[in-house]
């Protein structure tokens, strides 16, 4: 064999080498927005770190779930971002691993710590969005509260997603029902409200919020729960809305991750889950795509410092709900919602 074909082999043994010691970690997550900071902002700098390629799996946080569920056995994924309330569900499932303990980790409060399985990797709040265009021209003031969705002026002007498939309606309901006298453990007194009170001016229950910029533009829809992180996003794309903090508090609604149980690369899972808390991941993930950090070592610029501010107060405020009676008696509601409300 000839020096140069020897080299030549040589060279092929090193790449396939290299191409078997590079694996592919699979991380679930929103898709939109936040997968396109995140693969283009985020992980790249782990991947170079790790010599590793992290591949997105985009869905919401109920399609994420029932992947997850339907292959437990065999995981697909190695790491995924949930709803925090959909989180508590993936860990009573046992699809979460313990998190490796960890500097980083330690650096963000407890508050945002979900038993020893999951954690935020970005802080939000649910509270009310609304079509700033429309409140001008009618000359309305601002919301303040979750009960001005039954307000007479919003007739046929309310759009709320179905408690069924989304967190912002569940919490807008869950709300409602509170300020009505019940709570997680009884909802009797929301569902008896409910069709006096705002289901009177819905103009449509939707199955995700994903409509309501169109809905916005069309002045169909002038008030519906939302997050300022999604109001923010709608804003930069010149859609007309506005957020307004309830006076009896948003619902604290964090994006979580976890390590998924039996997964083929846990260590590698754990280092990617132990990056993606630091700020400098969550840097990028500020300035360029507005989820508000969990980490709070995470730097501000003058574009973000007033966003990281603002939530900061919206928390001091929020609801946190009680998520393991909320998940166990969700299925229940979820039928007579669509029973007795979206009927």
């Not at 997550?29 to 992980?43: C, H, I, P, Q």
């Not at 700098?45 to 056995?73: C, H, M, R, Y």
């Not at 280092?271 to 990028?284: D, H």
Request: hydrophobic share 40%; net charge negative.
């Amino acid at each position: 064999m000839s020096l140069s074909i020897a080299l030549s082999c040589l060279s092929l043994a090193t790449l396939a080498c290299t191409a078997q010691a590079a694996p592919t970690l699979y991380l679930g997550m929103n898709g939109g927005t936040m997968e396109r900071v995140y693969a283009d902002k985020v992980l790249p700098a782990f991947e170079k770190a790790n010599n590793v390629k992290v591949v997105i799996v985009p869905g919401t946080s109920s399609d994420i779930l029932a992947k997850v569920q339907a292959n437990k056995d065999n995981p697909q994924m190695h790491v995924m971002f949930l709803d925090d309330g959909i989180m508590y569900r993936a860990i009573s499932m046992g699809l979460c691993d313990k998190l490796t303990p960890n500097p980083t980790l330690e650096q963000i409060p407890a508050k945002a710590k979900i038993k020893d399985q999951a954690v935020a990797v970005t802080l939000g709040v649910t509270g009310l969005g609304y079509n700033a265009k429309m409140f001008k021209e009618k000359g309305w003031a601002a919301p303040t509260s979750w009960m001005d969705l039954a307000d007479p002026r919003f007739k046929d002007k309310v759009v709320f997603q179905s408690l069924a498939s989304s967190t912002f309606g569940l919490h807008g309901f869950l709300m409602f029902n509170r300020i009505q006298g019940g709570d997680e453990s009884n909802v009797e007194p929301g569902f008896k409200a409910w069709p006096s009170t705002i289901g009177p001016n819905v103009l449509e229950y939707i199955a995700s919020s994903a409509k309501i910029s169109e809905m916005v533009q069309t002045d169909e829809a002038a008030i519906f729960p939302l997050t300022p992180t999604q109001v923010t996003t709608q804003k930069l794309l010149g859609i007309p809305m506005e957020y307004a903090q309830p006076k009896e508090g948003a619902v604290v609604l964090n994006v979580a991750e976890c390590v998924i149980a039996r997964n083929d690369q846990p260590e590698l899972a754990q280092k990617l889950a132990a990056f993606l808390l630091t700020a400098e991941a969550q840097a990028p993930a500020l300035e360029e795509g507005d989820q508000i950090p969990s980490n709070p070592t995470t730097p501000t610029t003058n574009k973000t410092r007033g966003r990281v501010e603002a939530m900061q107060g919206y928390l001091q405020s929020a609801i946190s709900i009680d998520w393991d009676q909320v998940n166990q008696a969700r299925p229940e509601w979820n039928a007579r919602w669509s029973r007795s409300i979206e009927r």
